[in-house]
């Protein structure tokens, strides 16, 4: 497997299990890097948790975050 096969692979686990957001800086495109991605859906408070859905503006993949409080 090459490097960018494995940041691929890398990238769809946290997309499916969520990478961090924060409302300073939101979330950061697990495939690319991009910071501040786009919010698609923003789902309520569940407990001390939210989650995001967001697509990249730079390579459009989607994925999601999620926040603590």
Excluded at 19 to 27: C, I, K, L
Excluded at 43 to 69: D, L
Aim: hydrophobic letters at 30%.
């Amino acid at each position: 497997m090459d490097a960018q096969t494995i940041k691929a692979v890398i990238a769809l686990c946290q997309s499916q299990t969520g990478v961090d957001y924060t409302r300073r800086h939101g979330a950061i495109c697990p495939l690319c890097g991009t910071p501040r991605a786009w919010v698609r859906r923003t789902m309520p408070w569940n407990g001390k948790i939210r989650e995001r859905y967001h697509k990249c503006r730079k390579c459009g993949f989607n994925f999601k975050s999620v926040e603590t409080e």
